[in-house]
């Protein structure tokens, strides 16, 4: 597991609320509310919702793909 103090803003990470023991969802680390660290968010994939950090354990960060990613023109040629 990562500690908190481990976490980066607006990067996504694999998590789940503590203490569920349900599944592990695709989170991102807001910065909605503002940027220190104490006004950091988890952010729901899909929706609105915002939670606390503390209320979530995290598995791991959620890596970019390594290839470049097409611009919506190159992706139409």
Do not use: K, N
């Amino acid at each position: 597991m990562l500690e908190l103090l481990a976490l980066e803003p607006e990067c996504f990470y694999w998590a789940r609320r503590r203490g569920t023991g349900g599944a592990w969802e695709v989170v991102q680390i807001s910065t909605v509310f503002g940027a220190g660290r104490d006004y950091w968010t988890v952010a729901r994939t899909g929706s609105d919702v915002h939670d606390m950090v503390d209320d979530y354990e995290f598995l791991a960060q959620v890596a970019l793909p390594e290839a470049d990613i097409l611009s919506l023109s190159q992706a139409a040629e």
